[in-house]
Nanobody, 115 residues
């Protein structure tokens, strides 16, 4: 079982920045992909940014140029740096990891962008 523990998030004004982190209970080498999804009120959960199985990254068009993934292999942690935040970025952000045919989710962390 893969456990994902998130931290970060909170309340920020438009144009501000926040960072999220997600620590995995297993090594990245045993995961096929790992990253972040988000779900805004009344909307479906959507991909925000993810490390793919090939080691590359995939970002939603809406966050490209503003959000940046990074990772620390020794700490088994993935980070999401979010800059130039907009009100439409308000959502619960979920850490996600795939291993084999299994999907694993964190508990979610709230990001609210408002003036």
């Amino acid at each position: 079982q893969v456990q994902l523990v998130e931290s970060g998030g909170g309340l920020v004004q438009p144009g501000g920045s926040l960072s999220l982190s997600c620590r995995s209970s297993v090594s990245f080498l045993s995961l096929d992909s790992m990253g972040w999804y988000r779900q805004a009120p009344g909307k479906k959960r959507e991909l925000a940014a993810i490390y793919t199985s090939g080691g590359g990254t995939n970002y939603a068009d809406s966050v490209k140029g503003r959000f940046t993934l990074s990772r620390d292999f020794s700490a088994k942690t993935v980070y999401l740096r979010m800059n130039s935040l907009k009100p439409e970025d308000t959502a619960v952000y979920y850490c996600y990891a795939e291993r084999g045919r299994d999907d694993h989710w964190g508990q979610g962390t709230q990001v609210t962008v408002t003036s």
